[in-house]
């Protein structure tokens, strides 16, 4: 079975300052990694995902995120925070290797990011 | 493309209704997912569907709780009768059909069970 744990509920940093949401994965099989965000009263939105090609992937609005597969570890970074930044993210993880069909994402329970002025 | 599309946006119910949820995926994807959000649980994956059949409905919390998808194009959740425990976010996700894809969310209908 697949699991996800993000670490920190809540993360505040200042706008300008490094951005870091950490998240950890389980997986029998190699996973497919992906972090998504949601902004308030919306869906969630794909950041990025990574699906075995580059370890370090670049995503939307400046994110980005290194799969380590040594530390089971998939952290989400940005260089300087903005206050457009403020929402939940989450992490997910997907086993399915096998094409065809999708198996349903396993998400983390969320960080919510707070960007202090 | 107009994304996924979900309605209505907001429903607010008395407890015992009926209560139906709508979803037209993305044209061309061939795998949808039902989900639902609280704050005490997160997101929790509810029943999703390959090709219109569906493929695992381990997440329905009750009997209470069907989906159907008729066709590619339509989607429905249906809870019959409501509880006020029911009351969350429901979102319905497509994917154009491997993991790789990443799904592509709608916006949400809040229900609200009194």
């Known amino acids: 079975a697949q699991s996800v744990t993000q670490l920190g509920s809540h993360v505040s940093v200042s706008e300008g300052a490094l951005v870091l949401l950490r998240c950890n994965y389980s997986s029998s099989v190699p996973p497919y990694l992906f972090w998504y965000v949601q902004y308030p009263n919306q869906g969630l939105q794909l950041l990025l995902k990574?699906?075995?090609?580059?370890?370090l992937v670049k995503g939307i609005n400046g994110f980005e995120a290194e799969f380590k597969k040594s530390e089971t570890s998939f952290h989400l970074t940005k260089p300087s925070a903005h206050m457009s930044d403020a929402a939940e993210y989450f992490c997910a993880v997907s086993d399915d290797i096998e094409g065809g069909g999708a198996d349903g994402l396993t998400f983390g329970k969320g960080t919510h990011l707070i960007i202090q002025p | 493309d107009a994304g996924v599309i979900q309605s209505p946006r907001h429903e607010v119910t008395e407890m015992g209704q009926e209560v139906t949820l709508r979803c037209k995926p993305i044209?061309?994807?061939?795998?949808l997912f039902w989900y639902r959000q609280t704050m005490m649980r997160g997101l929790e994956l509810l029943i999703y569907f390959n090709n219109n059949v569906p493929i695992d409905d381990s997440g329905m919390p009750e009997d209470r709780f069907s989906a159907k998808m008729p066709n590619a194009s339509f989607s429905t959740l249906k809870i019959q009768p409501s509880e006020p425990r029911d009351s969350a976010v429901y979102f319905c996700a497509s994917s154009a059909g491997t993991g790789t894809y990443g799904y592509t969310f709608g916006s949400g209908t809040r229900l609200t069970v009194v």
């Open positions: 990574y699906t075995s090609a580059a370890t």
């Open positions: 044209s061309g994807h061939n795998s």
